[in-house]
């Protein structure tokens, strides 16, 4: 499993990375666009594989809302702005780091110096809305977006994470411990996973405690249920009461996606990757060295090949379709799948990749291309 469009905090620098929104991130987007790289500049093609935006950019991240988060520059000149489906700058490329459009909203910070920033949201023209000062926020679900306080420069208390609402007023106050290591927290089906002391519970959007604090771990509800992790770090899957629909008994899993869930379990002394449906029964037997969700039908499974392994797709019904052939492959979004093959380095932890699409047949749309 891989995180999604991530921050990494060092001293006081802020880097972005772009990668795919995984179940344990935000939802995936409805858009028409999908990101490419040529000659190490970044545009955007449509389905059928025809540049819409010739490459132009130092990085891009795929469209949210009519809008895509862009950058330019490198090392301490790196500045974020935002374009429209015509590939038009429509907010200004100025932002020392920005976040994706979500409910019409976007985050952007401006570095003030001596570990302060300025974090405002803006609407899609490029207005400020308002400001939240020196915090960091990921954006808007629900009409609630999380915040964090303390989370950049030295001598600080830990991180804290509380929410705010549309106007920019904490609804829920940062009383909540913040691991940027799991990823962004956000509401669905009306609650949020929250950190106190180490044990996971679940709030509404006013801040009550909804699912007492008792998980190791949680993920956030997808399709009604949430998968979370007991004292004794086995996972399984509660409903939003609090109880459980499956009991723990994996050694982990992630969300449900079209009715199945990636779950883990020790087989032979190996830890492989397998499918359960919502009754909690093994559909699709553990096989896999990873697995992905569910996306349009298919999921991504990742088979033993060598000192690596190879990725590839199979149906609900654990049929392969596309046969493992990938250094790593993302799940289908309109109808595309973005796939990764190294540069052909036997090192693996040095080797680069190259990224290109695949239909749902297993064909190249883009290739990857240095």
């Given at each position: 499993?891989?995180?999604?469009?991530?921050?990494?905090?060092?001293?006081?620098?802020?880097?972005?990375?772009?990668?795919?929104?995984?179940?344990?991130?935000?939802?995936?987007?409805?858009?028409?666009?999908?990101?490419?790289?040529?000659?190490?500049?970044?545009?955007?093609?449509?389905?059928?594989?025809?540049?819409?935006?010739?490459?132009?950019?130092?990085?891009?991240?795929?469209?949210?809302?009519?809008?895509?988060?862009?950058?330019?520059?490198?090392?301490?000149?790196?500045?974020?702005?935002?374009?429209?489906?015509?590939?038009?700058?429509?907010?200004?490329?100025?932002?020392?780091?920005?976040?994706?459009?979500?409910?019409?909203?976007?985050?952007?910070?401006?570095?003030?110096?001596?570990?302060?920033?300025?974090?405002?949201?803006?609407?899609?023209?490029?207005?400020?809305?308002?400001?939240?000062?020196?915090?960091?926020?990921?954006?808007?679900?629900?009409?609630?977006?999380?915040?964090?306080?303390?989370?950049?420069?030295?001598?600080?208390?830990?991180?804290?994470?509380?929410?705010?609402?549309?106007?920019?007023?904490?609804?829920?106050?940062?009383?909540?411990?913040?691991?940027?290591?799991?990823?962004?927290?956000?509401?669905?089906?009306?609650?949020?996973?929250?950190?106190?002391?180490?044990?996971?519970?679940?709030?509404?959007?006013?801040?009550?405690?909804?699912?007492?604090?008792?998980?190791?771990?949680?993920?956030?509800?997808?399709?009604?249920?949430?998968?979370?992790?007991?004292?004794?770090?086995?996972?399984?899957?509660?409903?939003?009461?609090?109880?459980?629909?499956?009991?723990?008994?994996?050694?982990?899993?992630?969300?449900?996606?079209?009715?199945?869930?990636?779950?883990?379990?020790?087989?032979?002394?190996?830890?492989?990757?397998?499918?359960?449906?919502?009754?909690?029964?093994?559909?699709?037997?553990?096989?896999?060295?990873?697995?992905?969700?569910?996306?349009?039908?298919?999921?991504?499974?990742?088979?033993?090949?060598?000192?690596?392994?190879?990725?590839?797709?199979?149906?609900?019904?654990?049929?392969?379709?596309?046969?493992?052939?990938?250094?790593?492959?993302?799940?289908?979004?309109?109808?595309?799948?973005s796939v990764q093959i190294n540069d052909g380095s036997d090192n693996y932890a040095n080797a680069s990749y190259r990224n290109g699409y695949i239909n749902k047949q297993g064909k190249y749309v883009w290739k990857p291309s240095k």
């Open positions: 499993m891989r995180n999604s469009f991530s921050l990494l905090v060092v001293g006081v620098s802020l880097i972005c990375c772009t990668s795919f929104l995984t179940a344990a991130a935000f939802p995936f987007k409805n858009e028409p666009l999908f990101v490419i790289e040529q000659n190490g500049k970044f545009g955007y093609m449509d389905i059928n594989g025809k540049v819409k935006i010739k490459p132009r950019f130092d990085d891009a991240h795929d469209f949210s809302e009519g809008r895509a988060l862009v950058r330019k520059g490198e090392g301490g000149q790196t500045k974020f702005g935002y374009i429209n489906t015509q590939g038009q700058v429509v907010v200004p490329i100025k932002y020392d780091y920005a976040m994706d459009y979500l409910e019409g909203k976007a985050a952007v910070v401006t570095y003030k110096g001596n570990d302060v920033i300025d974090t405002s949201y803006i609407d899609k023209s490029g207005k400020q809305l308002f400001s939240i000062g020196d915090f960091l926020s990921y954006g808007f679900t629900e009409g609630r977006a999380a915040v964090i306080t303390n989370y950049i420069g030295f001598g600080k208390e830990k991180p804290r994470l509380g929410f705010i609402d549309t106007e920019g007023k904490f609804t829920v106050q940062p009383q909540y411990k913040y691991n940027f290591s799991d990823g962004m927290s956000y509401f669905q089906e009306g609650l949020a996973a929250v950190n106190k002391d180490e044990t996971y519970g679940f709030i509404d959007k006013n801040g009550n405690v909804k699912i007492n604090y008792r998980f190791n771990t949680a993920l956030q509800f997808q399709e009604g249920l949430a998968a979370v992790e007991d004292e004794n770090g086995k996972w399984g899957f509660i409903d939003t009461t609090g109880k459980y629909v499956i009991q723990p008994q994996f050694a982990e899993a992630n969300s449900f996606h079209d009715g199945l869930a990636p779950v883990m379990q020790e087989v032979n002394g190996e830890s492989l990757w397998g499918f359960i449906n919502k009754e909690g029964r093994l559909v699709i037997p553990a096989e896999y060295t990873d697995a992905e969700p569910f996306a349009e039908g298919l999921a991504a499974i990742e088979v033993e090949a060598g000192y690596s392994g190879k990725w590839g797709f199979i149906d609900s019904q654990g049929k392969l379709v596309i046969k493992p052939q990938f250094d790593y492959a993302e799940p289908f979004h309109n109808g595309l799948a």
